[in-house]
């Protein structure tokens, strides 16, 4: 599903989707003076992670505008002021528009678009905020964000139709809001269940009301880590875990033994069956929450490039189940419990409906 990497900086490219939008190979594209910069949060760009899609959209441009892109990971030691020092040498750069990825960036973000208006920025899969941490808006800055809550909630209700054991895992990458509130809209999904079927899931990882006790890896998007910490939970009797630590990669257990056999997962970001990372633990994987990225980032360069870019909350881009910026992946060789397709399907279109809500800052509950 993505563009090849090894071409990130040229002004112009001919490259193939796969998988994605079409695009005619044999078309003339007339580069054009508009320079659109990437900055990661991450050190590299992992294969099916939000900033590979964001690069993806980014790319898709090149291919059907003519724009040319930078890319600039961030340093191993990241922090708040490295990823400030980050925007500003992409602002030195020329950029016309700069994308960043995370709710890691959105104070540098922040920091850095106030003093620099004449720069659009594109923020991906986060909310704006001060340094002091409160909500914020500005008019040269398009948060683009993604109601994986909502979606997650499906998760959580597939989750606790599939166990076995009567218990399911569910962690997170960090102790933040957004992280948060998926972990919580999985947990509703498997409170619905046990309402609908008179049953008694029980979910560990994130057990209780208070996020302070759930547990969370100590780096963000560590695969190694997620890995270590979903069979962690999986030893302690979870059959069904979902994990939201910010990596698309799952290995196989640390202590040995084949993926068959052993726990159900579910991904984020990306559907995880389909990328090649996770080939060895395809057969264990249940589901995926993905986030339909490109697209919203294609669109937001096109806007710039046209002069119509919008920022601020007028300009917030949210994907959601009913637009397909997030959703619930189909199964795969893992089969859903009978009936189970039926009954997400009718939760989804609830959810679409606004006839059940699944609170979480995205929808500003």
């Known amino acids: ?33 508009y320079k659109v910069c990437l900055a990661t949060s991450e050190t590299a760009i992992e294969t099916g992670s939000i900033a590979d899609q964001a690069l993806e959209g980014i790319q898709r441009a090149v291919l059907n505008k003519g724009v040319s892109y930078k890319v600039l990971n961030a340093r191993t030691d990241a922090t708040t002021i490295s990823y400030i020092s ?46 002091a941490k409160a909500p914020a ?15 997650a909630f499906l998760a959580g209700y597939l989750a606790a139709s599939a166990t076995k054991t009567q218990t399911v895992g569910a962690f997170g990458g960090a102790n933040v809001k957004q992280v948060n509130d998926v972990l919580a809209g999985f947990k509703k999904g498997v409170d619905t269940y046990n309402d609908q079927n008179n049953a008694a899931v029980g979910v560990i990882g994130a057990a209780g009301d208070y996020p302070s006790r759930w547990q969370f890896t100590s780096t963000w998007a560590s695969s190694k880590e997620q890995t270590a910490l979903a069979y962690k939970l999986a030893d302690a009797g979870a059959d069904v875990i979902f994990a939201y630590a910010g990596s698309t990669t799952l290995g196989l257990n640390p202590a040995g033994g084949a993926a068959l056999g052993g726990p159900a997962f579910i991904g984020v970001d990306s559907d ?13 994987l249940l589901a995926s929450v993905t986030k339909n ?50 009954a997400l399907e009718e939760l989804q279109a609830q959810i679409a409906a606004g006839t059940l809500v699944v609170d979480s800052s995205v929808n500003n509950k």
């Open 137 to 151: 808006s500005l008019p040269n800055v398009r948060e683009l964000r993604f109601d994986a809550p909502a979606a």
């Open 293 to 342: 990225i490109a697209p919203a980032v294609e669109g937001s360069i096109a806007s710039g490039l046209a002069g119509a870019f919008s920022g601020g909350q007028s300009g917030r881009f949210v994907g959601t189940l009913a637009n397909g910026g997030v959703a619930l992946t189909g199964q795969h060789e893992l089969e859903y419990p009978s009936g189970v397709a039926a």
């Open 272 to 284: 995880w069956f389909n990328l090649a990372q996770n080939s060895d633990v395809a057969p264990a």
């Open 86 to 131: 980050e925007l500003k040498n992409l602002v030195r750069s020329d950029c016309n528009l700069i994308v960043a990825v995370s709710h890691r960036m959105s104070v540098a973000t922040y920091r850095v678009a106030k003093a620099n208006t004449k720069v659009n920025f594109v923020l991906v899969d986060a909310a704006l905020t001060t340094s």
């Open 1 to 33: 599903m993505n563009i090849a990497r090894s071409l990130a900086g040229l002004s112009l490219v001919s490259l193939a989707l796969t998988g994605c939008t079409p695009v005619n190979e044999e078309a003339q594209v007339t580069p054009v003076d």
